[in-house]
């Protein structure tokens, strides 16, 4: 018998970022019929991509929201809560104001939490981190930063780049201090990290690569951040340090449930999105086990994209599965801006597909994303693409160029879940327009390259 103090609900999402949102939109598709409930700790939630941009381009908190327009109107109910308790074997949740919500199926979507390494001198005044929070966010902008004048980014990823970049805006000195030997190495094969690098440089942002962090120290006789100490024995004098070294998974309330976890964070999820001893709970986005597309092997890429497709897979596969929308794992498609310069990755770089194992041949090209050159607003394009050498099957792509890089980017992400070869990418049609394209798309000419290559390289080996 269905215990009446109860409020029901079919489908109960805990959280409401990209990932719960997306679920939420999904499952009213697919599921027609069937009660929504989102329950999040926020009434207003910002796009988490966007927050960098809130500290510049936008100018304000308000111009970063997310809208949560699309769930209602799909008849998705909000509640603006916490949820304190889950019984799993009732299908409870008791929230932290007292109710209690009944559901059918359970989805965690409860984010992540920003990594804050053990640096000595990390809790002083003035070291913040990349919180996902509209109230924190906001005092950031308009208490902690007026008054910063020198500001030091520990960490060189995307996040890194694109906080320093938008920082400049404020007039603030801004300095990256990293430890890998080049920006974004992570994720782009040297060339590339080191043509960001350059456009950084000519815009103002020091940059300190190789080096460790030893200690935050605090100003003279206070207890907000007044220096960074390097590892080389060298200090940054600053007003201000952001933590930028990546996010984990926020588990602490699966944990509680017995539910397990992944050796190398996140809920242990299957293809479908469900929970290994629970098949009506289900997890997406940041707090879910991500698994590299191409070795299965555990992935630490937590991007909005992965966490709304998902969403879409979760939503999709609640009562029943759709075996065609099965989740192949992780690409880990990035793409983003520095000034005029728009960079972008999708799949492995040629350095990680050779620590891999794989045998590979690679081709790019370099040409005007316009035609003629002359028109204006003409950005010059550079794509590499990375190829298997047995099977030729695309593993992955760069472009670094103007406005079209993320769709150059998101192509090339399309052709590796595909298994497009070089011969298939070399061939397929596209559409050419003066002002909107390049003379010859820059993924055809790059697997031109590729293919000429490997035949001279075929060729020599014969002989």
């Not at 805006?169 to 992570?186: S, T």
């Not at 630490?300 to 609640?318: D, K, T, V």
């Not at 690409?331 to 040629?350: K, M």
């Not at 794509?383 to 150059?408: K, M, N, S, W, Y």
Request: aromatic letters at 6%; charged letters at 20%.
């Amino acid at each position: 018998m269905t215990d009446t103090s109860h409020e029901q609900t079919d489908v109960l999402i805990i959280g409401g970022g990209p990932a719960g949102m997306m679920t939420g939109i999904t499952a009213a598709q697919f599921w027609p019929g069937k009660r929504i409930t989102v329950v999040r700790p926020e009434e207003e939630a910002v796009v988490p991509c966007g927050i960098p941009y809130i500290f510049g381009t936008l100018g304000g908190t308000d111009e970063d929201l997310a809208g949560r327009a699309p769930f209602l109107a799909a008849g998705g109910n909000l509640i603006i809560d916490h949820v304190g308790a889950l019984d799993l074997k009732a299908h409870t949740a008791t929230l932290e104001s007292g109710r209690i919500l009944a559901w059918e199926r359970l989805v965690f979507a409860t984010g992540s939490v920003p990594f804050v390494p053990p640096i000595p001198g990390r809790e002083l005044d003035g070291v913040f981190t990349v919180v996902k929070d509209y109230d924190y966010l906001d005092q950031l902008l308009t208490e902690t930063l007026p008054g910063v004048k020198r500001l030091v980014v520990i960490g060189g990823g995307f996040i890194g780049v694109e906080f320093a970049d938008e920082l400049l805006k404020r007039g603030i000195e801004v300095h990256i201090v990293e430890l890998r030997p080049h920006l974004l190495a992570a994720s782009f094969d040297t060339d590339a990290c080191t043509r960001v690098e350059e456009q950084l440089r000519n815009e103002g942002v020091h940059l300190h690569t190789g080096v460790t962090v030893t200690a935050i120290e605090p100003a003279e006789g206070g207890t907000r951040a007044g220096r960074v100490r390097l590892g080389d024995g060298n200090a940054i004098e600053t007003d201000a340090v952001l933590l930028a070294i990546g996010a984990r998974p926020n588990t602490k309330l699966a944990e509680t449930t017995g539910l397990t976890m992944s050796r190398s964070g996140g809920i242990w999820v299957d293809g479908f999105q469900r929970c290994r001893e629970h098949l009506d709970v289900f997890a997406v986005g940041d707090c879910a086990h991500k698994q590299d597309y191409f070795t299965r092997r555990a992935s630490h890429a937590l991007l909005a994209s992965q966490a709304a497709a998902e969403g879409r897979i979760a939503g999709m596969n609640l009562y029943a599965l759709r075996l065609p929308r099965a989740n192949a794992g992780s690409i880990a498609v990035y793409a983003s801006q520095v000034g005029n310069l728009a960079f972008g990755v999708a799949g492995l770089t040629e350095e990680t597909a050779l620590a891999i194992g794989f045998e590979v041949f690679t081709g790019s090209s370099r040409l005007p994303d316009h035609h003629p050159a002359s028109m204006p607003d003409t950005h010059e394009v550079f794509c590499r693409l990375i190829f298997d050498a047995t099977t030729e099957r695309l593993l992955g792509g760069q472009v670094i160029g103007g406005p079209t890089t993320g769709e150059l980017v998101n192509i090339i992400g399309v052709a590796i879940q595909l298994h497009a070869t070089a011969a298939d990418l070399a061939s397929f049609q596209f559409g050419s327009q003066p002002r909107l394209t390049a003379p010859v798309h820059p993924i055809v000419a790059a697997c031109g390259d590729a293919l000429q290559k490997r035949a001279h390289c075929m060729q020599g080996s014969k002989s």
